[in-house]
């Protein structure tokens, strides 16, 4: 098992930044990649990026492709998204999610508890 707490959430305005960030614990040798989700009212949940653990690759989400940015320290087992030019469509709860084998939209066997973002215009 993984666990996963995000923090980092908050109100912002739009085209401010904010920066997400992930801590896992548990068996975390076993993480092939960690991603980041989101959910907006009355919307499905929809991939927003992903890392892959080992090598560093990362994949991204038309919608913010230039805007937000994955990135991953090793050594605490931590994942962060930042998020620059902000709008109020990125307005969600953000989730966490790592999954042993697969990386990607799919890829997400264990998910934090989610972090509020809200984006005024």
């Known amino acids: 098992q993984v666990q996963l707490v995000e923090s980092g959430g908050g109100l912002v305005q739009a085209g401010g930044s904010l920066r997400l960030s992930c801590a896992a614990s548990?068996?975390?040798?076993?993480?092939?990649?960690m991603g980041w989700f989101r959910q907006a009212p009355g919307k499905e949940r929809e991939f927003v990026a992903a890392?892959?653990?080992?090598?560093?690759?990362?994949y991204y989400a038309d919608s913010v492709k230039g805007r937000f940015t994955i990135s991953r320290d090793n050594a605490k087992n931590t994942v962060y998204l930042q998020m620059n030019s902000l709008k109020p469509e990125d307005t969600a709860v953000y989730y966490c999610?790592?999954?042993?084998?697969?990386?990607?939209?799919?890829?997400?066997?264990?998910w934090g508890q989610g972090t509020q973002v809200t984006v005024s215009s």
């Open positions: 890392i892959r653990w080992s090598a560093g690759s990362t």
């Open positions: 548990g068996r975390t040798s076993n993480t092939y990649s």
């Open positions: 999610a790592a999954d042993p084998r697969r990386v990607g939209p799919g890829a997400a066997d264990y």
